[in-house]
T-cell receptor, first 112, second 114 residues
Framework: DGGITQSPKYLFRKEGQNVTLSCEQN?????MYWYRQDPGQGLRLIYY???????QKGDIAEGYSVSREKKESFPLTVTSAQKNPTAFYLC???????????FGPGTRLTVT | AQSVAQPEDQVNVAEGNPLTVKCTYS??????LFWYVQYPNRGLQFLLK??????LVKGSYGFEAEFNKSQTSFHLKKPSALVSDSALYFC????????????FGAGTRLFVKA
């Protein structure tokens, strides 16, 4: 089955540690996205990538980093510089600009 | 800059009554518009989209939305609400001038009472 996988579903880290969230898709989509979801704030765009080896900052990129070395993979690193990292993180992809986004199941990150 | 506004945090309707979830947008070019639904602790599921053509768009589960360019709105509607429609609904916009950047609204929680 084609789709997007995010792992793990739940992630716990101590403050000051970097953590990497995984996102993999087998849909052959060119564009991939990372969003952060907080209660009452909807989905806020962190980074997106239109093609391999290229990515753009979204509205809340500070404290995050990404890479796009393979078409199938778009990992997100939450660095210690991110002041409030505890959130629900969603990955998405699309094949064409007119298409709807396909979303993964999400990773809930808790930093204490 | 792109932006999306969903002015209502929550919408309450009785089962069987029509429902409307509001969305207004701002883009520099013409918009591609989308509605998604989210159930607790899950990813988003696509409902419908407006790309071009007919302003009334029909989607999954009996939902529809009307694109109004003069009012920059894309309200989600359903003629008869079901309890199972209770969920979190998101509107999203993408500028059709060439980029892939997609911005979401803050979401509207729909509560359908039996």
């Amino acid at each position: 089955d084609g789709g997007i996988t995010q792992s793990p579903k739940y992630l716990f880290r101590k403050e000051g540690q970097n953590v990497t969230l995984s996102c993999e898709q087998n849909l052959n989509h060119d564009a991939m996205y990372w969003y952060r979801q907080d209660p009452g704030q909807g989905l806020r765009l962190i980074y997106y990538s239109q093609i391999v080896n290229d990515f753009q900052k979204g509205d809340i990129a500070e404290g995050y980093s990404v890479s796009r070395e393979k078409k199938e993979s778009f990992p997100l690193t939450v660095t210690s510089a991110q002041k409030n990292p505890t959130a629900f993180y969603l990955c998405a992809s699309i094949g064409d600009r007119r298409d709807e986004q396909y979303f993964g199941p999400g990773t809930r990150l808790t930093v204490t | 800059a792109q932006s999306v506004a969903q002015p209502e945090d929550q919408v309450n309707v009785a089962e069987g009554n029509p429902l409307t979830v509001k969305c207004t947008y701002s883009v520099s070019g013409n918009p591609y518009l989308f509605w998604y639904v989210q159930y607790p602790n899950r990813g988003l599921q696509f409902l419908l989209k407006y790309i071009t053509g007919d302003n009334l768009v029909k989607g999954s589960y009996g939902f529809e939305a009307e694109f109004n360019k003069s009012q920059t709105s894309f309200h989600l509607k359903k003629p008869s609400a079901l309890v199972s429609d209770s969920a979190l609904y998101f509107c999203a916009v993408r500028d059709n001038t060439g980029g892939f950047k997609t911005i979401f609204g803050a979401g509207t929680r729909l509560f359908v009472k039996a």
